[in-house]
């Protein structure tokens, strides 16, 4: 799936932040959601999931993007 195929919901719109690295939460058309962070070693996830850190106010953000 391409970045371009998903709806941000956070961010700047243009994908970059300094180091093209933004904590951001996308939504699929199936309506999920991707969520793009720092990777976190809190605990090993199971195989084939990853862990990601991102900060309170990018959740705050894409919840305000949903009318949520």
Do not use: H
């Not at 996308?26 to 084939?48: E, K, L, M, N």
């Amino acid at each position: 799936m391409a970045r371009e195929e998903l709806q941000r919901l956070t961010g700047n719109g243009n994908g970059t932040c300094g180091k093209d690295d933004c904590p951001n939460v996308y939504r699929t058309a199936s309506g999920s959601f991707v969520v793009q962070g720092d990777v976190s070693d809190a605990f090993t996830a199971p195989i084939g999931e990853g862990l990601v850190e991102i900060p309170e106010e990018t959740l705050r953000e894409a919840f305000r993007a949903l009318g949520w």
